[in-house]
């Protein structure tokens, strides 16, 4: 009997499935530090343990993306060790703030299966949950992805559809314990714009550009103990369809989320995802560009919230917008099409 | 009179002669962290502060490899800076757990001293120590090194032969104190497979293939601050044997530990180190897999303990167990010979 | 009305402005672990608390050139990010040790403004200061920086000339309180060379190379919050004079100092900066090296301090020392011409 884990194929999980995933990880300062090496994050509530406790929180979190990454992680040997595609995420929810010295752990259940009709591959749509040391739940989100069947000819059987909702409704996002924006300092954040100063359908063009190394995504991916294989395999990889490593989604939101301080510094927390796709694949050597456009405004009380789209462009700056053509299709240089909900002050 | 150290050449070494290494090094969750990242480790006990103490511990403790690298990167500059190869090491005892916020230190005696017949070169061999900041042990472990002469006329007198044992008796292997399996959690720790579900001749392979990139090997190398020349000098590396930068053979040992994860999960602590060899050069590029064979079985009580070889392979997948070829010598994509002893959790 | 910063140009200064920098920092020992990892360093102070307090600081401080960095990190969206050159510093003194869990923040004074004859660009000088989370000054310093215009017909006037100093005066250094080397540990320092050992014009070959890589310096001058287009985005510099990616200056600078310890292992503490020109780009692929000369020598009582000139040198060694020209021209192999001063034990 072999004792490695070649990873769940798309006839080994079935609607309703629990599944606790492994290796529990504390986060300390350190995953702050390198959260901002890798990335370049500079949102200053992440920054400073003095700037968050002067906006009422004991110090710095841990970014919140940081957090969806390391969840994401945990998920991947039992979810996603042979999946084709990473196709979409949902209804995510930041639902407690997480501090350095917390340890999170990860599980998830099986909502929906649905086989395609090549009979080499279905997509399976999980709701994961992060949780801290006490048990509590810090993170919430629906994952559907695209798994590689182990037998071709094996027998599956579809469950009804899932249909994630397409926004998390603003009653339902969880500002942190103790949040109090009232003393913010727009000058030390970065930006003078406050949640008024921004209006729905406003596009923001956030300027600059990251090129992505190879060590530099293999770190981070690793960092979040994930282990998909197309991350870092580069001899199984020439096999694939792109001939070369892919890099993990999650470094082009963390890389676009950090671009979008440019434009953004005081949409300082994640609070909800509405939705996530990776529509084309980011390589090494790529350079990635973004941009964001207000979808909706929702004032919370102790804070604002902007439903912000984030576009993450490869290969050609964002001044232009480039998103889906008039058919609906994406433009071929946009890798990342991410609705988030972000807590921004009120003047 | 020059005050940069030009390293130790083979004369410059006498039997007996003990080297107190400089620059003490504190130890902390961020060299924890950039473990995982540099190496995609992800054994629980040293992943998460409450995986660990659930098993005993005050806390995560330091991953014994990063603490043979940090002690071993101490002696590069008095044992090793003019080493042509790094040959090999033996009786490694893991004597004590080191915690973020322990600082290491460490010192050699030389054990042996062996000329080679080409008048160019001799072998050098040593015992080092690692200790913390009360003066206790933590590490000890003999190390063979192949080490250039600055003059090849320099008369030299070989040593006695040394002759290092075979396996490190499992008599000597020493748990950490506190350390209580009893209540372990192998669905958290990532693997159901105890003790007693290993057999002696049993081998796995680890599946996942990992590719390094020069900016990797470098930024681990450095953290250990460990000096070699033929890591990080590209230049000076053009008129080397191999035309290039050559990789730690600890970054090799972490990589490969790090990926016998997938099947050996629960093989949590390395305790003892029998032997290591790294028998072909790694390079920047190429891709890394690993399989091991369980050599030996223990009873400690408290735990049990696994003698495994960990064989680290080059550029082709470990399905086949490559290692030696019928007359005993090494399959050439074989990088790494590597045998020690791991704590494991009795049922 | 655009969100983002495209950065100010030359016409947007203007003489004694003042400019709160954004995106406070708060530095952890992970910062401390990174800058290792990133440069090689290895002075013995910041690496290990128990020789820090042995020195009778309360822990390893942070490493001065990583405040530095810091600090001038945050300056940049302000002041450079629309720079075609980092012309030079002056004036650095360390005003207070930084330690994990402090807070840096930036300000910067214009004190000068020369528009260049080509219309196009124009040198700013600025006087920078970093503070602590108590507004106690830590750093400061003077950087003059070209700075393109954003408008070649914009009409600008000069500002009186500023003349940096050409040297902080020994008085004006500053010890970290506390600082006693009585019992200082040479052989764990890694030399047994004092203040007494060092002769004025004394020059000191460094040996060792390191070859740096595109995501090294991205690592680093992301983890300084630098965000200078010319280091991240390479599809945009390939139309620029070099046709790719620049290398932050003040990575050659730590990654010679780092360099340096072969030599100057006691030089530890970094206490000022008389002054610092980046006189030729440096690359990913680049293999750098280091020569310093004594250019003065001080007794500060509880230290001694060296004046040192730390040349760092690009694709061939450093044994011949390269400089200038008998016609006072930089060699095209020198990046880095720094003159600084470093606190070291006497006897």
Redesign the interface.
């Known amino acids: 009997m ?5 990873g769940n194929f798309f006839e080994d999980f079935a609607p309703g499935q629990r599944i ?1 995933h ?5 986060l ?7 959260n ?5 994050a ?1 949102h ?1 509530l992440f ?5 968050a406790q002067d906006c009422g929180l004991p110090g ?1 979190p841990i970014d919140p993306l940081l957090v969806f990454h390391t969840v994401f992680g945990k998920t991947v ?1 039992d979810i996603s060790l042979n999946a084709v595609a990473n196709l979409g995420y949902a209804e995510g929810r930041f639902l407690a703030p997480v501090y350095p ?1 917390d ?1 999170l ?1 990860a599980a998830s259940e099986v909502l929906g299966l649905k086989a395609n009709s090549n009979g080499k591959t279905g997509v399976v749509t999980v709701r994961t949950t992060g949780f801290n ?1 006490d048990d509590e739940p810090v993170l919430s989100y629906v994952r559907w992805v695209m798994v590689n069947k182990r037998d071709a000819n094996a027998a599956t059987t579809d469950s009804p559809p899932v249909t994630p909702k397409n926004v998390v409704p603003a009653s339902e996002l969880m500002l942190p314990p103790g949040l109090d924006f009232s003393n913010y300092d727009f ?5 003078p ?1 406050a949640f008024e ?2 209006e729905i359908g406003e596009k ?8 992505v ?4 995504h ?3 991916t ?2 979040y ?1 994930n ?1 998909a ?1 197309v991350h ?5 990889q020439k096999e694939s369809r792109f001939g070369k ?1 892919l890099i993990y989604g999650g470094v082009a939101i963390s890389l676009a989320r950090a671009l979008s301080f ?4 005081n949409a300082q927390l994640m609070l909800g995802v509405n939705g996530g796709r990776h529509v084309n694949p980011l390589f090494a ?1 790529d ?1 990635l560009y973004a941009w964001s456009e207000v979808l909706a405004k929702e004032d919370l009380g102790a804070a604002g919230a902007l439903r912000l789209r984030l576009v993450a462009v490869k ?3 964002a001044a232009a917008f480039p998103f889906k053509s008039d058919a609906g299709e994406y433009d071929p240089a946009v890798v990342l099409d991410f609705d988030y909900w972000a807590a921004i002050p009120k003047r």
Chains 1, 2, 3 share one sequence.
């Open positions: 072999t004792k490695s884990n070649p606790a492994a290796t529990p990880r504390t300390s300062e350190a995953d702050a530090a390198l901002i090496a890798l990335t370049g500079r200053a920054s400073a343990d003095s700037f710095a040997p010295g340890t752990s040391q000058a030390l954040a970065g930006s714009h100063d921004y923001i063009d956030h300027v600059d550009g990251m090129t190394e190879e060590a530099e293999q770190l981070a690793r960092l103990q282990t294989k870092f395999d580069a001899l199984a490593r440019n434009g953004l510094a050597g350079t290969n050609q700056n």
